[in-house]
């Protein structure tokens, strides 16, 4: 049984190949088969030309690239395309999650959940490094609408390490339009709505410096993506 695992990246020339040697480390000391997919999402730095040496390099790392920076929901939906194994996970590029954290998730799957998603929510004493106190406050508001409007009873949609089995990761993104960070919402939504069953897991998680994301900014869009999900018309 093989596992992919999807690497959404943008403008991370700094840390991706601490990264994917981290993760490429892990994965071959698994014994299992594996692929790493990165998909670089636009970058303007030089995250393609370091990720594709290190591809070549290594054997066990694909790339997928497109020259317009398209959002993280389109991302992972390439990276999702391009897959091959029988699992299918994405996790960030800056590891808040770390990669060692993957067997947690394997097994929900075995035992017989459909998707396994990490959470930040479900055992807080698992942070390490928290992020700001208005990231967290803000973040727990969110998912207060995100639950009336679209996924009751998940506490933690946007923590970025999810593991899925193969056919349901291709069922379910084929299905997805949302290309911003509504994208983790509209797949556990759309999990649920295929009869799919969801397991939320506690991870150990560490906020990382550098991030991209502007929590008000990035609030209101996914906000907006919540009511463009409850109005599109999904084939099911």
């Not at 999402?41 to 290190?54: A, C, F, N, R």
């Not at 799957?109 to 990231?135: C, T």
């Not at 960070?181 to 556990?188: A, I, Q, R, Y």
């Amino acid at each position: 049984m093989k596992t992919s695992l999807i690497i959404p990246a943008y403008n991370e020339q700094g840390r991706i190949v601490s990264t994917l040697r981290t993760v490429d480390a892990y994965m071959s000391a698994q014994g299992g088969s594996y692929e790493i997919i990165v998909v670089d999402d636009g970058s303007t730095d030089g995250t393609l030309d370091i990720v594709k040496d290190l591809a070549a390099e290594t054997g066990s790392i694909r790339v997928v690239s497109y020259e317009k920076n398209s959002g993280k929901g389109y991302a992972v939906r390439q990276g999702v395309f391009a897959a091959r194994g029988d699992y299918i996970a994405f996790s960030d590029a800056d590891l808040s999650a770390p990669i060692d954290e993957l067997p947690k998730l394997f097994d929900a799957i075995k035992n017989g959940f459909d998707v396994a998603i990490g959470s930040r929510a479900v055992n807080r004493s698992l942070l390490g490094v928290h992020q700001p106190w208005y990231r967290e406050l803000g973040g727990r508001g969110l998912n207060l609408i995100i639950q009336a409007l679209a996924v009751p009873g998940i506490k933690d949609t946007q923590c970025g390490f999810k593991l899925f089995r193969g056919d349901v990761a291709r069922e379910i993104f084929s299905k997805c339009f949302l290309d911003g960070w509504g994208f983790d919402v509209e797949t556990l939504y759309l999990a649920r709505r295929l009869g799919h069953t969801v397991a939320e897991i506690p991870v150990r998680w560490s906020h990382a410096a550098g991030s991209k994301i502007h929590p008000f900014s990035a609030g209101v869009r996914v906000i907006e993506d919540l009511i463009r999900l409850r109005l599109h018309k999904y084939s099911i």
